[in-house]
């Protein structure tokens, strides 16, 4: 078998060579100037299969490399290949890679479990290609009007010390310098950290991009530049609480946003008798349309839907479908037991679906692990850096029951989960234009005050509800009466760049009559048409191809009788995927890990001549190992119960019991 | 073996320095040496079984979100165990007249045990001195800065102590008269003039005292009323019926009041 590496890292130039990797590659399997292919030479000693693998493998008749996978999974790759060949001698696998392997399993460990020898055949160089890159940067996606937005860079280079450059910040709509600061590069210190900071001066979202300036020679300037997004808003975010019941879930979750300076709480705990506290002077759930969309989050704690009335249920719905809100689902018996949301006319909103007898309370302590998306995600960050959020939320005070009886829903995105029980426990998903977050746990006020016996504070416990509540208004788009947005801010290239639009009346209701007319402007400034079609509801969509990497901007413009309802607009980027091109030196300890482990060997592809004579002739068949957890065996249990009732057998015969 | 631990965190020794008390001796001491077995067996049990105990006792608050209040068994001689029906009728009046899913049963704390965390409302009582440990002192005021509550009934007779001991909690803060329009009066049921008057003793006002720490309040003080007494069953004081009515709707309106704010 042999596998080829086929994603982009495999079409850079190493300094000091003129081909690029792919090409080196096909020069030294392919070229049969002078004596015979080694393609050649290896299908006459064995029969041989091809493989090209990026984020996913595939087997090829003929070698035909274009470098395009956006991600590399070298150990699937091992694992496919030796599945296809289960049950027939393999001499082995020849592995053709640079070795930048960022996704899926350890491929040491897909190797050692191949059963066969790897030879790794090694593109590119060892030493770090030189080059500077804005790696990261750490910014809040809220800012306020006329306050200062601070924002951390971190500045990677190689091969440049001492040099100096500006790293600066812009404005990507008006090209403004907001700010901007020189270092001088030191590769010894890893990352170089730079402090900037803005203070917006419009309200909506605004793009900024951080560059770093460019040097000669460097490996490549597609990373030497970073955009993002930030929303501006004006004001205090406004939250709705809405209770079912006095319990302390509901009271340290209040105390907690009650203190957030930058968010102003309406607080209802609703009573027995279908009103709410405290009684006197009463409350009222908002009358109005207006009033409910005033609001940025909703948060709705144990409460049954039976609580409230048809109509506010809808304009509930209506509240994130069409108003953009946000909303936030507490767990408990009310909520999501039997006639719970589940059976609702919002259970189309919730991010999970719950059984027909509803989720149940379940008594076991667990700690939640978050998942990869929620490794980074501004809901569920307690740290800036991935690894250590990861452990916060690890140490954590361990909560006390899990909800069973929740699936997630197709399209919802997880962001921690009780691992245990393969429960989600935070999830969410887009609905309409607005958002809507489900957390299945009713006793996080342990993280507030459960955590001083363990030595800790509230803090992390204010800093998971402030950043959730601040991400949730984030997304929340203005009730506009004509909306449209794209399901991503960033798409690598050759992606489907999905467009939809909202066209509201002045009532909000939905109008299915619009005439659209769209643009697109690709970075060359030329426009396309772009054709949106109803899906339903007030709902149109569109399709578009990217083929060049930059800013793209959608302008729509909706009409109903020859009459304006309004304008929108929206910008996405287009860029190839940075992952490739974040770390793209030759990674030469990994491959020779791998050929080690499987006994296979080693070489570099300027001496792909000691490749034909390392492989050995083989009878041996491919074995597939499988790991099986013994625990979940009845017969475990069942040997446990029967030694057990020996050991009772015994004493009782000799008295003891 | 629920319902033994719960006797034994309920049943607590009569203090021999209160006047009237009995010593109770067990009757196995009276017996002759063929019990001498039978003594050490229930030591040795005993010694298991408090192990046991330990390990038991520590997350049973955790464990069960149903709302409760824990007694503070407090130092100082004065009798924190009085009035045993008082939290279980309150808990009971929860769960009849509100949404509160209350517990059945009271729990016992002290200020330095480590279960203290899973409960943030506790409840002291008494008609004697109140004493706290430097280490208590500081425990308690660890507690109500970081969330947690307490109310102090006033039994007659520890107001003086109880002021004492507070003034160590938070040498810099004063025990304030609360206003007749704060919402602890209003929170479920409405008092127009503030705290109800339930048992007559010396004839002065009932008054409502609190103490705030960043705008929350985290101890109310009921002196002069003593509506711990109102909420005993009723044939332990005799009080009248409409007397008990207000005190449990004050003691409701307490308990309401926390949650919600």
């Not at chain 1, 144990?302 to 809100?325: C, R, T, W």
């Not at chain 1, 259970?347 to 149940?360: C, F, T, W």
């Not at chain 1, 203005?478 to 798409?491: E, G």
């Not at chain 2, 019926?241 to 309401?256: D, F, P, W």
Request: hydrophobic share 35%; aromatic share 10%.
């Amino acid at each position: 078998m042999l596998l080829f590496d086929d994603s982009q890292s495999m079409s850079l130039t190493d300094s000091g060579e003129k081909a690029t990797r792919i090409d080196s590659v096909k020069k030294a399997f392919l070229d049969n100037s002078g004596q015979k292919a080694i393609i050649e030479s290896l299908k006459e000693r064995f029969n041989t299969q091809l493989y090209q693998f990026g984020s996913d493998v595939s087997p090829a008749e003929e070698l035909s490399l274009k470098a395009q996978g956006t991600l590399t999974d070298v150990g699937k790759a091992i694992t496919k290949a030796v599945d296809d060949w289960k049950g027939q001698p393999v001499a082995g696998v020849v592995l053709v890679t640079d070795g930048r392997h960022n996704t899926g399993e350890n491929p040491v460990k897909s190797a050692q479990k191949a059963g066969v020898p790897v030879y790794v055949v090694g593109v590119g160089q060892v030493k770090m290609p030189c080059d500077i890159l804005v790696s990261r940067v750490e910014v809040s996606p809220v800012a306020y009007l006329d306050h200062v937005l601070p924002m951390r860079v971190a500045i990677s280079s190689n091969g440049y010390d001492g040099r100096e450059v500006r790293v600066a910040l812009t404005q990507t709509d008006n090209g403004l310098l907001r700010d901007s600061t020189t270092i001088k590069l030191n590769s010894r210190t890893g990352e170089q950290i730079v402090d900037l900071q803005t203070k917006p001066q419009q309200e909506g979202t605004i793009k900024f991009t951080v560059s770093v300036s460019s040097a000669p020679d460097e490996l490549t300037l597609q990373n030497n530049s970073y955009t993002f997004f930030v929303k501006v808003v004006k004001t205090k975010l406004k939250v709705l609480y809405i209770e079912g019941r006095p319990r302390w879930e509901s009271t340290f979750l209040n105390r907690t946003l009650q203190r957030d300076p930058n968010i102003e709480t309406t607080y209802l705990v609703a009573t027995k008798q279908g009103g709410y506290y405290p009684q006197f002077p009463p409350k009222t759930f908002p009358n109005t349309k207006n009033e409910l969309f005033f609001y940025d989050v909703m948060i709705l704690g144990d409460i049954s839907p039976s609580f409230f009335k048809n109509d506010q249920l809808a304009m509930i719905k209506d509240y994130v479908e069409n108003g953009g809100g946000s909303l936030v689902f507490l767990a408990g018996n009310n909520s999501y037991g039997d006639n719970g949301f589940g059976e609702s006319i919002l259970k189309d909103i919730l991010p999970i679906e719950i059984g027909q007898n509803g989720a149940r309370q379940v008594k076991a302590t667990f700690n939640p692990i978050l998942t990869q998306q929620g490794m980074t995600h501004p809901a569920v960050r307690l740290s800036d850096d991935p690894a250590e959020n990861t452990a916060i939320w690890r140490d954590l005070p361990p909560l006390s029951k899990f909800y069973d009886g929740i699936g997630i829903r197709a399209g919802a995105t997880v962001l921690a989960e009780n691992q245990q029980e393969k429960k989600p426990f935070i999830a969410f998903q887009r609905y309409g234009k607005g958002m809507v977050l489900m957390i299945a746990g009713d006793d996080l006020w342990q993280w507030a005050f459960g955590s001083y016996p363990f030595g800790g504070d509230d803090s992390y416990y204010r800093k998971f509800w402030s950043g959730n509540i601040r991400w949730l208004a984030s997304v929340r788009t203005q009730a506009d009466l004509v909306t449209v947005t794209t399901s991503k801010q960033t798409y690598s290239k050759d992606e489907k760049v999905k467009a939809t639009a909202y066209i509201y009346n002045e009532n909000y209701d939905p109008v299915n009559d619009a005439q659209i007319k769209a643009q697109v402007l690709i970075p060359s400034r030329a426009t396309r048409n772009l054709i949106f079609t109803l899906e339903e509801n007030g709902r149109y969509s569109a399709e578009f191809n990217p083929t060049m990497d930059g800013n793209y901007k959608i302008d729509v413009e909706a009409q109903r009788n020859g009459l304006l309802i309004g304008k929108s607009s929206t910008e996405f980027i287009v860029q190839t995927a940075t992952l490739e091109y974040l770390n793209t030196q030759l990674n030469e300890p990994l491959l020779k890990e791998i050929a080690d482990i499987s006994g296979g060997s080693y070489h570099s592809i300027n001496d792909i001549s000691e490749l034909l004579p390392s492989i050995k002739e083989t009878k041996d068949t491919v074995v597939s190992t499988r790991e099986r957890s013994i625990w979940d065996n009845a017969f475990v249990l069942l040997i446990a119960l029967a030694l057990l009732t020996t050991e009772w057998f015994i004493r009782k015969k000799k008295g003891l019991v | 073996m629920g319902a033994f631990i719960q006797y034994l965190h309920l049943y607590t020794p009569p203090d021999p320095s209160q006047e009237g008390n009995l010593m109770i001796i067990p009757p196995l001491l009276k017996g002759g040496r063929g019990d001498l077995k039978t003594i050490l067996k229930i030591f040795l049990s005993l010694i298991i079984c408090s192990f046991f105990i330990e390990i038991l006792a520590m997350p049973s608050l955790a464990q069960d979100d149903k709302f409760t209040i824990a007694r503070l068994k407090y130092g100082g001689g004065g009798d924190w165990y009085v009035g045993q029906t008082q939290i279980t009728n309150l808990l009971k009046g929860l769960r009849e007249r509100t949404n509160v899913d209350s517990a059945t049963k009271q729990e016992v704390v002290q200020l330095t045990d480590k279960k203290l965390y899973s409960c943030p409302f506790i409840y002291m009582t008494g008609h004697g001195n109140v004493s706290f440990t430097e280490e208590e002192v500081k425990a308690l005021r660890l507690y109500l800065t970081r969330g947690g509550f307490l109310w102090a009934n006033d039994d007659y007779g520890m107001d003086k102590s109880f002021r004492r001991e507070m003034k160590r909690v938070f040498p810099d803060k004063d025990l304030v008269e609360v206003p007749f329009d704060h919402k602890i009066y209003h929170s479920y049921y409405d008092f127009p003039s503030g705290l109800p008057k339930i048992h007559e003793h010396d004839n002065k006002p009932p008054k409502g005292y609190a103490i705030f720490h960043e705008g929350r309040m985290v101890v109310f003080y009921d002196y002069e009323s003593d509506i711990g007494d109102g909420l005993e069953d009723a044939q332990v004081y005799n009080d009248p019926l409409e007397k008990r009515e207000q005190a449990l709707r004050m003691a409701i309106n307490l308990v309401i009041y926390v949650l919600t704010n």
